[in-house]
Structures are given as C-alpha cells and as structure tokens.
C-alpha cells in the first residue's frame, strides 16, 4: 500500500498527538490540526477528528472518573454553555470560506498558546458567572478547529485545580464538545468520504500512540514534556499563520512568513526561562559507610 505525503504526513502528526493526548490527558487536536490545516480544509478534517476525539476523550474520563464527584458541580456551568458555541460554531463551518476558517483558527491558537506557555496565574473570582459564557466560547472554537484544549488548561490552571482534578473536569467537557459536535456535524450534512479516509488513516496512529504515552509519562518530567509540546505548537501554528496570510494575499509570502519569526523567538524566550529556572533534579545522596558493620 503506498501513501502520500499528505497521508504519510497525517499519520505521524496523529501519532505524536496521540503521544502526547495520552501522557497530559488533552492535545490531539492541537497538535494534529495545525499541520493537517496545512493539506486540508477544517470543513473535511474537523468531521474526521470529531469521532476520534469520542473515543479518546472518553477513555481519559475512564482513566480519571475518581475525581468527578468533586469537580462536576465547578464544570456543570460550563457543559450548558457548550450547547450555544457548538451550534454557532458548526453553522459558521458549513458557510464561511474555508481560508478563512483556517486565518480564524491560527490567528486564535497562536495567543492561546503563548499564553499557556508563559504560566500566566490569574485567578478568577467570578467563576460562576463567567463559566457560562466562557462555556459558550469553548463551544464555539471547538466546533469551528476541533480545539479547546489551550484555552481550558489556562482556565483550570488560573483556578487551582489540582492534577486529577484537572484531568477529570477537562475529560468531562471534551467528551461533552465532541459528542455535541458529532451531532451537530451530522445534523448539518458535514460528513463525506474525504473525512471517512481521514479517519481511517489516524485511527492505528491513536491506538497505538495513547498506550505510549501513558506509559511515558510516568518515566519524564511532566511539565517539561508538557513545555515542549506547547512549543510544537507554537512553531507549527506560526508556520500556518504565515502561510494562510500569503495564501489569502494579505501579505506579501516572504513578509507573512515574519509572523513566524516572531512567534518562533517569543517562544524560544520563554522556553529558556522555562529551563533556566526549573529546580535542578536532586542528586541520590550516597549513604555513609560510618557505623556499618564490615
């Protein structure tokens, strides 16, 4: 069986996703959607994604359901505003050009992620009043990029969640967005049969790659490994801002490509401060032959 590049190229990306989705309990999409944005149009990747997305999300719920009772009533708030971005967001997919889409999508990941990087703590006093709204965002910019997970991991980091905590109240509303977003897509006419290839493709990738990546997990650094990843995302989300800017004509490609740099420097900033001031590992401490009988 012969692949093209695009093919070839997905599996990979849908792999380290799936890596990565399966040692932090979130970034498949944003990591797999930014290069694939690259060979397709959101309209024909987000319905291939959205099924995947099911299944992935609801074993990181499985794997984290202990902490559930005490993060069901902070994140209720949040599931209802899902409903309103979801349809929102599925209408606009299924009008708006698809270049455009693509423009929206980096243009809104990029910010994210930087700030997720920088480990901006702002924690939000309101949180009942804002989980609504902030709900209804999240809805909208997953049914539009098959994304949320940057936005959420900043919210629930600003809140204090503690690790399980984060995992499990994350897992319950990406099971929630995707479900709705299945429906919403098929309601909508938005499944083919370029998605249906597109699924196929990935799925080994995903089966293979969140195994890995839970077994990983626990021999690294978390949030080094974390850091790393964000960087990724970084690089690959500033290459496909440029590129969409000079598609679209916007600006001149040897100028667009200057969004690139940019991010590209910023990030690596902040990831050598990250590194600077990461406590150094303990050395084992040798014990003493003081006092030992022979």
Known sequence: M????????????SLLAAVVNGALGY?????????????????ILNPALVPVEIVVNCYVLLMNRASLPSVWRRVFPLLLGLIPGIIAGSFL???????????????LLLPLILLQAAG??????????LALPFGTGVG?????????GP??????????????????ALAMIRVAESFFTALAYYSLG?????SARILWSIIPSVLLGIPIGSYMIHRINPESFRRICMSFDVWVVGFGLSKVLGDLQLIDTPFAFSVLVAAVLIDAWM?????????????????????SSP
């Open 2 to 13: 012969s692949f093209s590049s695009e093919s070839l190229t997905l599996i990979l990306i």
């Open 27 to 43: 970034g498949f999409s944003s990591i797999t959607v930014p290069v694939a944005l690259i060979f397709y149009t959101n309209r």
């Open 140 to 148: 909208f910019l997953y049914s539009v990029t098959t994304i949320s």
């Open 120 to 129: 901006i703590r702002r924690p939000i006093r309101a949180e009942k009043a």
């Open 93 to 107: 997919l299924s009008r708006l050009n698809p270049g455009w889409i693509k423009l929206a999508t980096y243009s």
């Open 271 to 291: 990831l050598f401060v990250f590194f600077y001031r990461l406590p150094p590992k303990p050395e084992p401490r040798e014990e003493s032959n003081f006092g």
């Open 151 to 168: 936005p959420m991991a900043l919210m629930f980091n600003n809140q204090g969640y503690v690790k399980q905590e984060f995992r499990g």
């Open 190 to 194: 938005l499944y083919s049969m370029q």
